[in-house]
């Protein structure tokens, strides 16, 4: 499956984005998708992760009660909508999937990846 990250930007604290990936190539419920950040200062982490059919999330302490993934199946589309952003959130965000029968305890264990978008948070 191939995946289309777009949707960042700036914005200031307190301010909302919403982050889309689009995926093709491939029969789009097959897969779990998540979505990580990575800064020049910190390895890549997920930030949060939805299951095939949107029935189940996780999400990373640091977004609980912010962040929201869902998806579109008939549009073959996840989407991370962002609220109440911090400028620790400022990173380049990047949209991944698994087959949803694949481990996924990892980043390294995510086989496939859009490009990053650009978040940048100012205070």
């Known amino acids: 499956v191939q995946l289309q990250a777009s949707g960042g930007g700036l914005v200031q604290t307190g301010g909302s984005l919403r982050l889309s990936c689009a995926a093709s190539g491939g029969t789009f419920t097959d897969f779990i998708v998540g979505w990580f950040r990575q800064t020049p200062e910190k390895e890549r982490e997920s930030v949060a992760v939805?299951?095939?059919?949107?029935?189940?999330?996780s999400y990373i302490d640091s977004v609980k009660g912010r962040f929201t993934i869902s998806r579109d199946n008939a549009e073959n589309t996840v989407y991370l909508q962002m609220n109440n952003l911090k400028p620790e959130d400022t990173a380049v965000y990047y949209c991944?999937?698994?087959?949803?029968?694949?481990?996924?305890?990892?980043?390294?264990?995510?086989?496939?990846w859009g490009q990053g978008t650009l978040v940048t948070v100012s205070s």
């Open positions: 991944a999937a698994n087959p949803k029968q694949r481990r996924t305890k990892s980043v390294a264990d995510w086989l496939s």
């Open positions: 939805i299951n095939w059919n949107g029935a189940r999330t």
